[in-house]
Nanobody, 117 residues
Framework: QVQLVESGGGLVQAGGSLRLSCEASRRMFSSNNMGWYRQAPGNQRELVAVITSSGRTKYGDSVKDRFIVSTNDDKNTVYLQMNNLKPEDTAVYYC???????????WGQGTQVTVSS
């Protein structure tokens, strides 16, 4: 069981930026990815961005060209740089570690991001 701990959420005005971090209890294996999903009230959890151990990335359509996902050299921390935030980005953001490019069973506790208009 991998433990994932997120940090960096908060309240920001539209057009602003936030950076989320997620530290895992172990580094990614070559078969793993780490990344971010989000869930707004009344909505299903959706992909934000993931990155594989080799550096391959995948983004949700609504965040392309605004968000950037990255990892540290130890491959045990994933970051999400969120720029030009919009009110519709308001959600709880969850960190995940999975296999391939798919979500896995390991989730963080979530961090709230609120974007005011």
């Amino acid at each position: 069981q991998v433990q994932l701990v997120e940090s960096g959420g908060g309240l920001v005005q539209a057009g602003g930026s936030l950076r989320l971090s997620c530290e895992a209890s172990r580094r990614m294996f070559s078969s793993n990815n780490m990344g971010w999903y989000r869930q707004a009230p009344g909505n299903q959890r959706e992909l934000v961005a993931v990155i594989t151990s080799s550096g391959r990335t995948k983004y949700g359509d609504s965040v392309k060209d605004r968000f950037i996902v990255s990892t540290n050299d130890d491959k045990n921390t994933v970051y999400l740089q969120m720029n030009n935030l919009k009110p519709e980005d308001t959600a709880v953001y969850y960190c995940n570690m999975g296999l391939g490019i798919q979500a896995g069973r390991n989730w963080g506790q979530g961090t709230q991001v609120t974007v005011s208009s």
